[in-house]
C-alpha cells in the first residue's frame, strides 16, 4: 500500500460506541487478567479503598466497546458496517499477518461500574517500515471515551495495528 494511500486512511472513524460498564463484566475482566483485587468485584471493598464505586482494571477500555453496548444507546450517526474491516482489508488482500501491536491508556479519570460512556474511534496514522525484508504496516487507532452525562473525558485508548507481509 503506497504511502499517498495510507495518508487517505487517516481521519476514518472506526467508531462511535455508547457503553454502560457493567459490575459483572469487570469482574470477569479482572479475574481474566489474573487480579484478585476485592474492588474489582465487591462495592464495599471499593469503599474501603476510598472509591466512589467498583473501578474497571486499568486496561478495560481495550475490551469496553464489546461489552454493554446496548442497541438503544447507540448513536444514529455511528459507521455502519465493518470500519476496520474497510481500513484493514486491502492490507488483508494482500496476504501477510495482522497483529495488535501496542496498546496505551491515558485516563483522565477513573472508569467505575455504572458509568456511560461514548466512544469515538479514528485512524489517526499510517506508516510503514521495512525490517528483514519484509513491509510492515502500522496503523494507529485511538478511541477517546467520553461521559455521556457530562461529556467530560473519561480515556483514551491507543493502539498500534501492525500488517507484515
Known amino acids: 500500500m503506497a504511502d499517498d494511500i495510507l495518508s487517505t486512511i487517516i481521519g476514518t472513524p472506526t467508531a462511535s460506541t455508547v457503553v454502560t460498564v457493567e459490575r459483572g463484566q469487570l469482574a470477569l475482566f479482572a479475574g481474566a487478567v489474573k487480579d484478585d483485587a476485592p474492588e474489582y468485584r465487591d462495592p464495599r ?31 444514529a ?20 499477518i495482522i497483529l495488535h501491536g501496542e496498546q496505551e491508556f491515558l485516563y483522565h479519570r477513573p472508569v467505575f461500574a455504572g458509568d456511560v460512556l461514548e ?30 452525562t457530562t461529556g467530560e473525558p473519561v480515556c483514551t485508548s491507543r493502539m498500534n495495528i501492525i500488517h507484515r507481509v
Open 45 to 75: 471493598a471499593a469503599a474501603d479503598a476510598g472509591l466512589p464505586g467498583i473501578p474497571a482494571p486499568p486496561t478495560y477500555p481495550f475490551v469496553m466497546g464489546n461489552f454493554g453496548a446496548y442497541p438503544e444507546l447507540q448513536p
Open 77 to 96: 450517526d455511528a459507521p455502519t458496517g465493518n470500519p476496520m474491516g474497510a481500513v484493514l482489508g486491502p492490507l488483508m488482500a494482500k496476504g501477510g
Open 119 to 148: 466512544g469515538k474511534g479514528l485512524v489517526v496514522d499510517a506508516y510503514q517500515k521495512e525490517s528483514k525484508g519484509k513491509t510492515m504496516t502500522f496503523v494507529v487507532v485511538e478511541t477517546a471515551w467520553t461521559d455521556t
